[in-house]
């Protein structure tokens, strides 16, 4: 696809998403083309976003930039370490206050509405997340934006969130109901906006192995190696002793498949360092084993368990 191509395509499914809009052309230097985009208009403080594709680039770039007052470094360092791998960060002290350039991105030979309205939905998410550190938005407020952004890319969960920064956002700030209006039991009102908060008392940690579950947030970002299964190569299980680790996720992550389909979603996103046993390969496809006994297929070729 050319550049024209790509950025039509985009604008096109921008104009038929009720919960997107696109706010102006921008020129940025060595950029085939940039371009403003709000997410979450539906909502009552939609997220200003940045659309670009550098030149020559074979990837959409997705970027936001914010400033948060005071020295949260740390906080936002943890913050970002714990979001899945596909949303990188720079994090730099400015003077007095903190600033964070957040993005992801999509590349072109995976680009579709599906992938490029989730890639938004992720940053958007992201960014609510370090607006809440700033003490921007309540807790809840935090989590009703998100829910706003990501609805038309995937079925909203009733419960609240339960990744560790967002329990740990949420417990930083206090119900405080209001004697004439009732306040739903599943939501907390929080802090109102504009209020200053305490020190941020919350330390976000990166996901690590839990076991009940992985703790990672699924999330498919693009489409899967064209790899193509072929017979199954068994491959050594461990001894008597049970599920013993093989390998480790590398520092970039990895995306994992429900089956060795490369037309299938990905429903996971491993994250870096987390112990796997490599159960089974089939061509450039591993079907991996966690700790917690979850299982899924991975590009083996990424772990050089394939060819």
């Not at 979450?40 to 594709?53: D, I, N």
């Not at 964070?100 to 509405?113: C, E, H, N």
């Not at 992201?126 to 935090?142: Q, R, W």
């Not at 693009?222 to 013993?244: L, R, T």
Request: with cysteine.
């Amino acid at each position: 696809m050319t550049p024209d191509e790509v950025k039509q395509s985009i604008t096109t499914w921008c104009s038929s998403d009720d919960d997107l809009e696109i706010a102006s052309d921008r020129f940025e230097p060595g950029t085939d083309f940039s371009f403003g985009l709000k997410a979450g208009t539906l909502s009552t403080a939609p997220v200003e976003l940045v659309v670009l594709k550098a030149d020559g680039a074979d990837r959409v770039t997705i970027r936001r930039s914010v400033t948060l007052t005071g020295d949260d470094v740390d906080a936002a360092n943890q913050l970002i370490a714990s979001r899945p791998g596909s949303v990188t960060a720079s994090v730099e002290r400015s003077g007095a206050d903190t600033t964070v350039v957040a993005q992801t991105y999509v590349y072109l030979d995976g680009l579709s509405k599906h992938t490029f309205v989730q890639a938004v939905a992720e940053l958007a998410r992201t960014s609510t997340l370090l607006d809440a550190i700033g003490g921007v938005e309540t807790a809840s407020e935090v989590d009703e934006e998100a829910a706003v952004v990501a609805s038309d890319a995937v079925d909203a969960d009733a419960e609240p969130d339960s990744t560790p920064v967002a329990a740990a956002a949420a417990s930083t700030f206090q119900p405080s109901p209001s004697p004439s209006l009732p306040q739903p039991s599943s939501i907390p009102s929080g802090i109102p906006v504009g209020h200053p908060l305490p020190t941020p008392s919350f330390t976000p940690q990166p996901a690590q192995p839990v076991q009940t579950q992985p703790a990672y947030t699924p999330q498919p970002v693009q489409q899967p190696y064209q790899a193509q299964p072929v017979q199954a190569q068994p491959v050594p299980q461990p001894g008597a002793g049970g599920w013993a680790p093989s390998h480790s996720v590398p520092p970039q992550g990895l995306r994992a498949w429900g089956a060795p389909d490369p037309s299938g979603p990905v429903v996971a996103n491993l994250a870096p360092g987390l112990p796997i046993q490599v159960a089974e390969v089939r061509g450039a496809w591993a079907r991996v084993i966690c700790s917690n006994g979850w299982t899924g297929w991975i590009d083996g070729r990424i772990i050089g368990v394939a060819a």
